[in-house]
Protein backbone atom coordinates (compact mmCIF):
# COMPACT_ATOMS: atom_id res chain seq x y z
CA UNK A 1 0.00 0.00 0.00
CA UNK A 2 1.46 3.50 -0.89
CA UNK A 3 2.42 6.05 2.00
CA UNK A 4 -0.31 8.08 3.39
CA UNK A 5 0.27 11.50 4.18
CA UNK A 6 -1.04 14.03 5.99
CA UNK A 7 -0.22 18.06 6.02
CA UNK A 8 -1.49 21.64 5.97
CA UNK A 9 -1.84 23.26 2.70
CA UNK A 10 -3.01 26.71 3.08
CA UNK A 11 -4.84 26.00 6.37
CA UNK A 12 -6.70 22.90 4.51
CA UNK A 13 -5.87 19.57 5.25
CA UNK A 14 -4.30 17.66 2.41
CA UNK A 15 -3.31 14.11 2.04
CA UNK A 16 -2.34 11.27 -0.51
CA UNK A 17 -5.11 9.35 -2.30
CA UNK A 18 -3.81 6.57 -4.56
CA UNK A 19 -5.75 6.97 -7.43
CA UNK A 20 -6.55 2.90 -9.70
CA UNK A 21 -7.48 4.14 -13.31
CA UNK A 22 -9.19 1.17 -15.20
CA UNK A 23 -7.98 0.38 -18.21
CA UNK A 24 -9.64 -0.24 -20.66
CA UNK A 25 -11.58 2.90 -20.36
CA UNK A 26 -13.40 5.53 -22.37
CA UNK A 27 -13.88 6.07 -25.97
CA UNK A 28 -14.77 2.44 -27.96
CA UNK A 29 -14.30 2.26 -31.51
CA UNK A 30 -18.02 2.91 -32.60
CA UNK A 31 -18.30 6.06 -30.23
CA UNK A 32 -14.89 7.27 -32.15
CA UNK A 33 -16.19 6.35 -35.48
CA UNK A 34 -19.89 8.06 -34.72
CA UNK A 35 -17.85 11.38 -33.90
CA UNK A 36 -15.72 11.37 -36.71
CA UNK A 37 -18.31 11.00 -39.49
CA UNK A 38 -20.01 14.08 -38.04
CA UNK A 39 -16.91 16.06 -37.51
CA UNK A 40 -15.79 15.17 -41.04
CA UNK A 41 -19.61 15.89 -42.63
CA UNK A 42 -19.12 19.13 -40.54
CA UNK A 43 -15.76 19.63 -42.35
CA UNK A 44 -16.68 18.11 -46.02
CA UNK A 45 -19.76 19.74 -46.58
CA UNK A 46 -20.16 22.58 -44.35
CA UNK A 47 -22.29 23.46 -41.26
CA UNK A 48 -25.33 22.65 -40.37
CA UNK A 49 -25.09 18.79 -40.22
CA UNK A 50 -28.26 17.97 -38.66
CA UNK A 51 -28.07 14.84 -36.22
CA UNK A 52 -31.35 12.31 -35.20
CA UNK A 53 -30.70 11.58 -31.18
CA UNK A 54 -27.51 12.39 -29.29
CA UNK A 55 -24.64 10.96 -31.43
CA UNK A 56 -23.39 9.46 -28.23
CA UNK A 57 -24.58 9.19 -24.97
CA UNK A 58 -22.36 12.12 -23.48
CA UNK A 59 -23.29 16.13 -23.15
CA UNK A 60 -19.65 17.22 -23.11
CA UNK A 61 -19.34 15.55 -27.08
CA UNK A 62 -23.09 16.57 -28.26
CA UNK A 63 -22.26 20.60 -26.95
CA UNK A 64 -18.79 20.37 -28.55
CA UNK A 65 -20.04 19.32 -32.06
CA UNK A 66 -22.88 21.64 -31.53
CA UNK A 67 -20.52 24.37 -31.35
CA UNK A 68 -19.24 23.33 -34.40
CA UNK A 69 -22.37 23.41 -36.23
CA UNK A 70 -24.17 20.74 -35.74
CA UNK A 71 -27.78 19.98 -34.95
CA UNK A 72 -29.41 17.86 -32.94
CA UNK A 73 -32.90 16.65 -33.29
CA UNK A 74 -35.05 13.55 -32.18
CA UNK A 75 -36.60 12.92 -35.09
CA UNK A 76 -36.39 14.02 -38.37
CA UNK A 77 -39.57 15.37 -38.78
CA UNK A 78 -37.89 18.47 -37.03
CA UNK A 79 -35.81 18.70 -40.06
CA UNK A 80 -36.63 21.44 -42.93
CA UNK A 81 -36.30 20.36 -46.39
CA UNK A 82 -32.36 20.58 -46.82
CA UNK A 83 -29.14 19.57 -48.99
CA UNK A 84 -27.39 19.37 -45.65
CA UNK A 85 -26.06 15.43 -44.35
CA UNK A 86 -28.04 13.86 -41.82
CA UNK A 87 -26.58 11.52 -39.31
CA UNK A 88 -27.69 8.55 -37.68
CA UNK A 89 -26.58 7.95 -34.21
CA UNK A 90 -24.43 5.19 -32.73
CA UNK A 91 -27.25 3.42 -31.22
CA UNK A 92 -28.38 2.47 -34.59
CA UNK A 93 -32.04 3.39 -35.66
CA UNK A 94 -35.52 1.63 -36.71
CA UNK A 95 -36.01 0.57 -40.70
CA UNK A 96 -38.93 3.18 -40.74
CA UNK A 97 -36.04 6.07 -40.13
CA UNK A 98 -33.78 5.90 -43.19
CA UNK A 99 -37.11 4.79 -45.06
CA UNK A 100 -38.31 8.27 -44.11
CA UNK A 101 -34.88 10.03 -45.03
CA UNK A 102 -34.96 8.30 -48.74
CA UNK A 103 -38.49 9.73 -49.23
CA UNK A 104 -37.32 13.06 -48.15
CA UNK A 105 -34.02 12.65 -50.07
CA UNK A 106 -31.76 13.09 -47.57
CA UNK A 107 -28.39 12.99 -47.49
CA UNK A 108 -27.90 9.90 -44.86
CA UNK A 109 -24.98 9.41 -43.36
CA UNK A 110 -25.41 6.42 -40.74
CA UNK A 111 -22.85 6.56 -37.62
CA UNK A 112 -24.28 3.21 -36.63
CA UNK A 113 -21.62 1.02 -34.79
CA UNK A 114 -20.90 -2.01 -36.96
CA UNK A 115 -21.57 -4.20 -33.51
CA UNK A 116 -24.91 -3.01 -33.42
CA UNK A 117 -25.60 -3.40 -37.31
CA UNK A 118 -24.34 -7.70 -36.17
CA UNK A 119 -27.18 -7.43 -34.26
CA UNK A 120 -29.93 -6.53 -36.49
CA UNK A 121 -28.78 -8.37 -39.05
CA UNK A 122 -28.84 -11.11 -36.51
CA UNK A 123 -32.31 -10.24 -36.08
CA UNK A 124 -32.91 -10.26 -39.81
CA UNK A 125 -31.93 -13.60 -40.12
CA UNK A 126 -33.92 -15.07 -37.76
CA UNK A 127 -37.00 -13.46 -38.92
CA UNK A 128 -36.11 -15.17 -42.54
CA UNK A 129 -36.34 -18.76 -40.71
CA UNK A 130 -39.22 -17.80 -39.26
CA UNK A 131 -38.06 -18.02 -35.41
CA UNK A 132 -39.51 -16.03 -32.56
CA UNK A 133 -36.86 -13.31 -31.26
CA UNK A 134 -36.34 -12.57 -27.71
CA UNK A 135 -34.23 -9.39 -27.13
CA UNK A 136 -32.35 -9.09 -23.96
CA UNK A 137 -32.18 -5.41 -23.25
CA UNK A 138 -33.64 -2.34 -21.92
CA UNK A 139 -36.93 -0.91 -22.77
CA UNK A 140 -36.27 2.59 -23.70
CA UNK A 141 -33.12 2.77 -24.70
CA UNK A 142 -32.26 3.78 -28.26
CA UNK A 143 -30.66 0.88 -29.30
CA UNK A 144 -33.47 -1.21 -28.33
CA UNK A 145 -35.76 1.01 -30.44
CA UNK A 146 -33.57 0.53 -33.00
CA UNK A 147 -33.40 -3.06 -33.10
CA UNK A 148 -37.10 -3.85 -32.42
CA UNK A 149 -37.83 -1.62 -35.64
CA UNK A 150 -35.92 -3.67 -37.97
CA UNK A 151 -38.64 -6.23 -38.31
CA UNK A 152 -42.25 -5.95 -37.87
CA UNK A 153 -44.14 -4.73 -34.60
CA UNK A 154 -44.32 -7.81 -32.48
CA UNK A 155 -41.65 -10.23 -34.19
CA UNK A 156 -39.01 -9.36 -31.28
CA UNK A 157 -40.08 -9.62 -27.76
CA UNK A 158 -38.24 -7.23 -24.86
CA UNK A 159 -36.91 -9.45 -22.20
CA UNK A 160 -35.50 -7.20 -19.23
CA UNK A 161 -35.16 -9.26 -16.28
CA UNK A 162 -34.95 -13.41 -14.90
CA UNK A 163 -38.68 -12.85 -14.23
CA UNK A 164 -39.39 -12.00 -17.76
CA UNK A 165 -37.34 -14.58 -18.86
CA UNK A 166 -39.28 -17.19 -16.87
CA UNK A 167 -42.73 -15.77 -17.51
CA UNK A 168 -42.01 -15.42 -21.63
CA UNK A 169 -44.09 -17.90 -23.43
CA UNK A 170 -42.93 -18.25 -27.02
CA UNK A 171 -45.83 -19.68 -29.55
CA UNK A 172 -42.64 -22.59 -30.75
CA UNK A 173 -40.15 -23.07 -28.10
CA UNK A 174 -38.50 -25.27 -30.39
CA UNK A 175 -38.14 -22.20 -33.22
CA UNK A 176 -36.32 -19.45 -30.89
CA UNK A 177 -33.63 -17.08 -30.72
CA UNK A 178 -32.44 -15.06 -28.46
CA UNK A 179 -30.73 -11.57 -29.42
CA UNK A 180 -28.97 -8.79 -26.94
CA UNK A 181 -28.51 -5.07 -26.55
CA UNK A 182 -24.25 -4.68 -26.92
CA UNK A 183 -24.16 -2.71 -23.98
CA UNK A 184 -25.39 -4.78 -20.82
CA UNK A 185 -23.70 -6.14 -17.71
CA UNK A 186 -21.84 -9.25 -19.12
CA UNK A 187 -22.93 -10.89 -15.73
CA UNK A 188 -26.24 -10.02 -15.86
CA UNK A 189 -27.25 -11.17 -19.33
CA UNK A 190 -25.61 -15.00 -18.08
CA UNK A 191 -27.61 -15.42 -15.58
CA UNK A 192 -31.11 -14.31 -18.20
CA UNK A 193 -29.33 -16.67 -20.96
CA UNK A 194 -28.97 -19.55 -18.55
CA UNK A 195 -32.64 -19.06 -17.66
CA UNK A 196 -33.78 -19.40 -21.25
CA UNK A 197 -31.65 -22.28 -21.99
CA UNK A 198 -32.53 -24.26 -19.31
CA UNK A 199 -36.45 -23.39 -20.37
CA UNK A 200 -35.38 -23.18 -24.07
CA UNK A 201 -33.01 -25.81 -24.41
CA UNK A 202 -32.59 -25.67 -28.48
CA UNK A 203 -32.93 -21.90 -28.68
CA UNK A 204 -30.86 -20.20 -31.60
CA UNK A 205 -27.74 -18.14 -30.20
CA UNK A 206 -25.55 -15.35 -31.31
CA UNK A 207 -22.49 -17.01 -33.31
CA UNK A 208 -20.20 -14.65 -30.97
CA UNK A 209 -21.35 -12.71 -28.13
CA UNK A 210 -23.62 -9.77 -28.86
CA UNK A 211 -22.06 -8.15 -25.75
CA UNK A 212 -19.65 -6.03 -27.65
CA UNK A 213 -15.74 -5.74 -27.22
CA UNK A 214 -15.90 -2.57 -25.46
CA UNK A 215 -18.70 -2.87 -22.73
CA UNK A 216 -17.04 -6.17 -21.64
CA UNK A 217 -13.28 -4.79 -21.83
CA UNK A 218 -14.79 -1.80 -19.30
CA UNK A 219 -16.44 -4.30 -16.76
CA UNK A 220 -13.55 -6.81 -16.62
CA UNK A 221 -11.60 -3.78 -15.86
CA UNK A 222 -13.62 -2.55 -12.97
CA UNK A 223 -13.62 -5.89 -11.67
CA UNK A 224 -10.41 -5.38 -10.77
CA UNK A 225 -10.06 -2.37 -9.78
CA UNK A 226 -13.33 -2.34 -7.15
CA UNK A 227 -12.48 -4.39 -4.74
CA UNK A 228 -9.26 -2.54 -3.66
CA UNK A 229 -10.98 0.94 -4.40
CA UNK A 230 -12.80 2.31 -0.89
CA UNK A 231 -14.99 4.41 -3.46
CA UNK A 232 -15.41 4.54 -7.63
CA UNK A 233 -15.84 7.07 -10.14
CA UNK A 234 -17.73 6.81 -13.21
CA UNK A 235 -16.81 9.00 -15.90
CA UNK A 236 -20.09 9.20 -17.81
CA UNK A 237 -23.91 9.93 -18.36
CA UNK A 238 -26.83 9.17 -16.90
CA UNK A 239 -28.44 8.17 -20.05
CA UNK A 240 -25.48 5.69 -21.05
CA UNK A 241 -26.37 2.43 -20.21
CA UNK A 242 -22.67 1.16 -20.17
CA UNK A 243 -22.04 3.94 -17.97
CA UNK A 244 -24.77 2.74 -15.56
CA UNK A 245 -23.82 -0.98 -16.23
CA UNK A 246 -19.96 0.44 -14.73
CA UNK A 247 -21.22 1.48 -11.62
CA UNK A 248 -23.51 -1.45 -10.46
CA UNK A 249 -20.15 -3.97 -11.33
CA UNK A 250 -18.33 -1.79 -9.36
CA UNK A 251 -20.77 -1.97 -6.59
CA UNK A 252 -21.45 -6.24 -7.22
CA UNK A 253 -17.74 -6.51 -7.20
CA UNK A 254 -17.62 -5.25 -3.48
CA UNK A 255 -17.08 -1.26 -3.84
CA UNK A 256 -19.66 0.15 -1.61
CA UNK A 257 -19.50 3.87 -2.92
CA UNK A 258 -19.70 4.22 -6.85
CA UNK A 259 -20.97 7.54 -8.38
CA UNK A 260 -21.53 7.96 -11.88
CA UNK A 261 -20.60 11.57 -13.16
CA UNK A 262 -20.40 13.75 -15.80
CA UNK A 263 -17.94 15.82 -14.83
CA UNK A 264 -15.78 17.15 -11.69
CA UNK A 265 -18.52 19.26 -10.73
CA UNK A 266 -20.92 16.62 -10.30
CA UNK A 267 -18.11 14.90 -7.43
CA UNK A 268 -19.56 14.43 -4.24
CA UNK A 269 -16.76 15.53 -2.24
CA UNK A 270 -18.43 14.19 1.43
CA UNK A 271 -18.14 10.38 0.33
CA UNK A 272 -14.82 10.87 -0.06
CA UNK A 273 -13.83 12.38 2.89
CA UNK A 274 -12.02 9.11 4.46
CA UNK A 275 -11.32 7.25 1.14
CA UNK A 276 -7.76 6.60 0.65
CA UNK A 277 -8.19 4.43 -2.55
CA UNK A 278 -10.00 5.55 -5.16
CA UNK A 279 -11.05 3.54 -8.49
CA UNK A 280 -11.92 5.65 -11.56
CA UNK A 281 -13.06 4.33 -14.97
CA UNK A 282 -15.41 5.76 -18.15
CA UNK A 283 -17.86 4.77 -19.78
CA UNK A 284 -17.41 4.29 -23.41
CA UNK A 285 -19.04 7.56 -24.59
CA UNK A 286 -16.66 9.68 -21.90
CA UNK A 287 -14.01 11.73 -23.88
CA UNK A 288 -10.49 11.04 -21.79
CA UNK A 289 -10.81 15.43 -21.29
CA UNK A 290 -13.34 14.49 -18.57
CA UNK A 291 -11.09 11.63 -17.30
CA UNK A 292 -8.26 13.85 -16.93
CA UNK A 293 -10.34 16.65 -15.46
CA UNK A 294 -11.92 14.42 -12.48
CA UNK A 295 -8.02 13.23 -11.76
CA UNK A 296 -7.23 17.21 -11.39
CA UNK A 297 -10.29 17.60 -8.86
CA UNK A 298 -8.45 15.02 -6.78
CA UNK A 299 -5.16 16.87 -7.54
CA UNK A 300 -6.87 20.17 -6.46
CA UNK A 301 -7.42 18.57 -3.04
CA UNK A 302 -4.31 16.88 -2.14
CA UNK A 303 -1.25 14.62 -3.42
CA UNK A 304 -2.33 11.75 -5.60
CA UNK A 305 -0.69 8.86 -6.71
CA UNK A 306 -2.12 7.45 -9.60
CA UNK A 307 -1.61 3.90 -10.85
CA UNK A 308 -2.83 2.37 -14.26
CA UNK A 309 -5.24 -1.00 -13.92
CA UNK A 310 -4.96 -2.37 -17.30
CA UNK A 311 -7.24 -5.54 -17.72
CA UNK A 312 -6.91 -5.67 -21.73
CA UNK A 313 -5.16 -4.02 -24.81
CA UNK A 314 -7.60 -2.86 -27.47
CA UNK A 315 -6.75 -1.92 -31.16
CA UNK A 316 -10.05 -2.14 -32.86
CA UNK A 317 -10.93 0.58 -35.69
CA UNK A 318 -14.30 0.36 -37.91
CA UNK A 319 -14.38 2.17 -41.52
CA UNK A 320 -16.02 5.11 -42.30
CA UNK A 321 -18.54 5.24 -44.65
CA UNK A 322 -17.68 5.58 -48.11
CA UNK A 323 -18.99 9.23 -48.67
CA UNK A 324 -16.42 10.29 -45.87
CA UNK A 325 -13.24 8.19 -46.54
CA UNK A 326 -11.52 10.44 -49.36
CA UNK A 327 -12.03 12.93 -46.80
CA UNK A 328 -11.10 11.64 -44.22
CA UNK A 329 -7.89 10.84 -46.33
CA UNK A 330 -7.02 14.14 -46.79
S1 LIG B 1 -20.22 0.43 -26.77
FE1 LIG B 1 -19.85 -1.29 -28.18
S2 LIG B 1 -21.67 -1.38 -29.49
FE2 LIG B 1 -21.68 0.62 -28.46
S3 LIG B 1 -20.65 1.99 -29.89
FE3 LIG B 1 -19.07 1.19 -28.52
S4 LIG B 1 -18.24 -0.63 -29.60
FE4 LIG B 1 -20.18 -0.11 -30.54
Known amino acids: MPEHRTSDVGGRESRSTKILLCSPRG ?35 VD ?4 KGAIFVKELDEIPETDAPVVFSAHGVARSVPEEADRRNFFQLDATCPLVTKVH ?45 LAVTPRDPDNLAFITQTTLSVDDTAEIVDTLKGRFP ?51 AGCAHAQLVQRAGDIDWSVFADVRTVGIAAGASAPEVLVEEVIGAFAERGEIDLETVS ?18 AE
Open 311 to 328: TADEDVIFNLPRALREAA
Open 202 to 252: NMSAPPKEDICYATTNRQEAVKAVAPQADAMIVVGAPNSSNSQRLVEVAQR
Open 27 to 61: FCAGVDRAIRIVELALKTYGPPVYVRHEIVHNRYV
Open 121 to 165: KEAKLHARRDREILLIGHAGHPEVAGTMGQLEPGAITLIETVEDA
Open 64 to 67: SLKT
